[in-house]
């Protein structure tokens, strides 16, 4: 946490710096002002207006989805995109199976990767940067060069269309992230409340579970939110191990969207289901900035 | 002699502690490691050798005759696999410069202090949060080429005269490609730039203000070599993310027209998944975590270095 405060006390520094020089710089600040502005709202543009204009697509009449040149804004607002998404297509039972295999998969690895950093972080062992450097190495395999011999093996052991065959495959990819992101946060604890848990006759795990886990519960719960994201969007492994509509996650579902019965590719109910999906993990990552942004780059600037 | 007992007791409880601390450290690390060999190395070892081998599932008759490094031979023959890599250097080449130009303004911009700074920030986890199979399919519908966004205001700028499509074409489609990539991933460029721009002290500048250094200088003097070791972490893993790209033009053009964006990992999927030829698929996906272990290995070998040099 404290990296993540840190920056707010140096920004008002530059500031003050530029004071010292009043007279001369006023113009040059004035303009400097401007283009400031300029470019930050050029930014908030670019990053919010695509989303923005899905979002407008899939509230339109039929009429005005189809209308050259388009309408800029959804008058009517027509909400039946949100209600046919459901009709005809599996679509609720895709947005469960993405819920229960993201929070399968967000359960079982914090448990295995808490497990692993409070060992890496706390106990005497060799081969610690060996483990460390095995963990990290996996988050730069390509999923391409893996997902044939998975294919084959979850196939001989009957596991294609179950959860199972996608949650394995995300704990594991989501590994290095937990680890690295907890040992960094066990690290930082303070070593003598466990040394005194363990004077008082705690067993070393019986201090990791009443001492450790609540003390690291925020960066348990940045790590978390992390593994949810990359579970929730991932693609390759869900389209590939998953080949019934009823069993398709919500990446394969929206890929595969298609009308029920027309050859016009659907836009408004395309872009209704993909807000369905997005608004969601929005209102996630904004309650959370500050935690998943410093959880992301925790991990960049201390490795 | 009765002064050494406990010492000697000390000592061998010392030691059984620390043979125990060994113990649970195995114990705990165990899952962790099992499961990385499991669904990690396994496959890779296993895709190693499929790459030596002839295996079709289409011909499951034919059975799995060792071949030696002929499918490796076959590369250099194959059109489509330089088509491939050809696309997808250009598409990691030209993103991830464009996304540490442009995400390198961004942060400068929002490193400055002014109100509803954290408002921004948070924008820039928009694009970063949204699915890339949305994302694809946003774009898609932005780039239609009857009804898309993007014809209508270059109509009305009047760069164009008439509306094009520009996914079902050969010259634009990898653009179209690239510029999706670009908004998808440049925030989180802009964000680990940011976090850099923020480890850089303060009293560093003010210094060399009062010296009388313009913005300019300060930020190739100062600024730039602080942020070398951040800006190499954020390109080493946006690289080796864009040579792995295979999401976004998979849904946006499905590598087409014709093979005009078709990525390695497409085409490797495709082989794998669409002609069912395990092994020389096999053989693609393993060239790739070759070529993804190299850009990774000559990054860390820069940072490497950074690191000795510094200390």
Redesign the interface.
């Known amino acids: 946490m404290a990296t993540a405060r840190l920056p707010l006390e140096h920004s008002a520094a530059p500031a003050a710096g530029r004071r010292l020089r009043p007279r001369r710089g006023a113009p040059i600040r004035l303009w400097s002002g401007i283009v400031h502005l300029l470019l930050i709202a050029l930014l908030l543009a670019f990053c919010l207006a695509p989303f923005v204009w899905l979002l407008e697509t899939s509230l339109k009449t039929p009429d005005d989805l189809y209308s050259i040149p388009p309408k800029l804004l959804p008058v009517p607002v027509d909400v039946r995109n949100y209600v046919t998404i459901w009709q005809g297509r599996p679509f609720l039972q895709n947005v469960f199976n993405s819920a229960a295999v993201a929070s399968a998969a967000t359960a079982v690895s914090l448990l295995i990767g808490a497990l692993c950093a409070y060992a890496l972080a706390r106990l005497r062992f060799h081969g610690k940067s060996l483990i460390l450097g095995t963990v990290l190495a996996v988050s730069m395999f390509p999923g391409i060069a893996i997902v044939s011999p998975l294919y084959l093996f979850f196939s001989r052991l009957e596991l294609i269309n179950s959860k199972t065959a996608l949650v394995l495959p995300y704990v594991t990819f989501t590994l290095p992230l937990c680890v690295w992101l907890l040992t960094a946060f066990f690290r930082d604890l303070p070593p003598d409340l466990e040394e005194a848990a363990l004077v008082d006759g705690a067993t070393p795990l019986g201090a990791f579970r009443n001492v450790i886990v609540p003390l690291a519960a925020p960066g348990v719960f940045t790590a978390a939110i992390l593994i949810f994201i990359f579970a929730w969007n991932e693609f390759l492994f869900a389209r590939t191990f998953m080949n019934s509509a009823e069993s398709y996650t919500v990446p394969p579902a929206i890929s595969m969207f298609e009308g029920t019965g027309t050859f016009v590719i659907p836009w408004g109910q395309i872009t209704a289901a993909s807000a369905v999906v997005t608004v969601p993990l929005i209102v996630l990552v904004l309650l959370f900035q500050r935690r998943i942004i410093s959880g992301l780059t925790a991990g960049a600037i201390k490795g | 002699m009765p002064p050494d007992v406990p010492r000697a007791q000390r000592g061998r409880m010392l030691r059984g502690a ?1 043979a125990a ?2 113990r ?3 114990l ?2 165990a ?3 099992l ?2 060999a ?3 190395f ?3 070892v ?2 190693l050798w ?1 790459s030596l081998h002839t295996k079709n599932l289409r011909f499951p008759a034919r059975g799995e005759p060792f071949v030696g490094l002929q499918n490796y031979a076959a590369l250099a023959e194959d059109a489509r696999f330089w088509n491939a890599l050809r696309n997808t250097a250009l598409i990691t080449a030209v993103s991830v410069s464009a996304e540490l130009i442009l995400g390198m ?2 942060a400068l ?6 109100r509803g ?2 408002m ?15 994302t ?4 898609d ?2 780039f ?1 080429a ?4 993007f014809n ?1 205001v270059l ?2 700028l009047r760069l164009i005269e008439s509306y094009r499509a520009w996914t079902a074409s050969a010259d634009s489609a990898i653009w179209v490609v690239i510029g999706a990539d670009v ?1 998808k991933t440049m ?2 460029m802009a ?2 730039l ?3 721009l ?2 850089i ?3 560093l ?2 210094g060399a ?2 010296d009388g250094a313009g913005t300019w200088r300060l930020f190739w003097r100062i600024t730039l070599p602080l942020l070398r070791p ?1 800006i190499l ?2 390109l080493l ?1 946006r690289t ?1 993310d864009a ?2 790209i ?2 976004l033009p ?2 946006l053009t499905g590598g087409g027209p014709g093979y005009a964006t078709e990525t ?2 497409i085409y ?2 495709r082989t ?2 669409t002609n069912l030829d ?1 092994g020389y ?2 053989t693609l ?2 060239g ?2 070759i070529a ?2 190299i850009v ?1 290995v000559f990054y860390v070998k820069i940072l490497g270095s950074d690191t000795a040099r510094a200390m």
């Not at chain 2, 911009?109 to 002014?114: C, T």
């Not at chain 2, 694809?136 to 774009?139: C, D, L, S, T």
């Open positions: 620390r601390e060994v649970l450290a195995c705990l690390v899952p962790a490691l499961a990385i499991l669904v990690a396994y496959p890779l296993s895709d499929l303004l961004a911009a929002i490193h400055r202090a002014f700074r954290g921004v920030r948070a924008a820039l986890l928009v694009p970063w949060a949204m699915t890339t199979v949305v694809a399919r946003m774009w519908w932005i239609n009857n009804y898309g966004v209508a109509l009305k908004w925030p989180f964000l680990l940011l976090a850099g923020q480890m002290p303060a009293e500048y003010e203000r009062i951040s972490v954020a893993f080796l040579v792995r295979f999401d998979f849904v390695l990992s490797a999927y794998l998944f395990f698929g096999a996906a393993f790739m975590f993804v272990m990774a």
